[in-house]
């Protein structure tokens, strides 16, 4: 089971950034397809960007034209580059396996990103 552990995360005024990081444990990370997922409180947790191992994105419509995922496999870490950051972004990011069914249910603890004045 790869495991991944999230960073990056913090306070940021509206219209800051932030750059997420996460690193996965074993040899795989390579050829797994990747997302970010987010989770506000009393929200299901939602999908906001995903990068195949070729590197085509995608992203969810909130999120579009501010966010950017990205990869660097030999170093079996992903990215989330997040600009004009609003209040609604605020939650707890996760990367993990998409589709979502792929995690098996693991999580790692994610990482707490804030917008706020």
């Known amino acids: 089971q790869v495991q991944f552990v999230e960073s990056g995360g913090g306070l940021v005024q509206p219209g800051g950034s932030l750059r997420l990081s996460c690193v996965a444990s074993?040899?795989?990370?390579?050829?797994?397809?990747m997302g970010w997922y987010r989770q506000a409180p009393g929200n299901q947790r939602e999908l906001v960007a995903t990068?195949?191992?070729?590197?085509?994105?995608n992203y969810a419509d909130s999120v579009k034209g501010r966010f950017t995922i990205s990869r660097e496999n030999a170093k079996n870490t992903l990215y989330l580059q997040m600009n004009s950051l609003k209040p609604g972004d605020t939650a707890i990011y996760y990367c993990?396996?998409?589709?979502?069914?792929?995690?098996?249910?693991?999580w790692g603890q994610g990482t707490q990103v804030t917008v706020s004045s």
């Open positions: 993990n396996r998409v589709p979502e069914r792929m995690t098996g249910g693991s």
């Open positions: 074993g040899s795989i990370f390579s050829i797994l397809q």
């Open positions: 990068i195949t191992s070729g590197g085509s994105t």
